[in-house]
């Protein structure tokens, strides 16, 4: 198994991947999905148990106005 050696302790390898996307934004998710059809072996990391971001964090009806 590969390690990442920190100078305390040493962090197995679970996972390799082509791309890693950190946030599972729209813009996040939007890049995952771009480099997966192009082929690429991606990891989304993402905080919280869903996707898509502060609106749906905030659970936001309205973003910058669109609504009027």
Known sequence: MKTYHEPA???P???????VVVGGGPA???A???AGRN?????LVEQFGYLGGTA?????????????
């Open 28 to 30: 996040g998710l939007c």
């Open 39 to 43: 082929g690429a072996q991606v990891v």
């Open 56 to 68: 749906t964090a905030s659970l936001m009806a309205c973003i910058n106005g669109f609504r009027n």
């Open 32 to 34: 995952a999905i771009a």
């Open 9 to 11: 302790r040493d962090i």
């Open 13 to 19: 390898i679970t996972r390799e991947a082509d791309v």
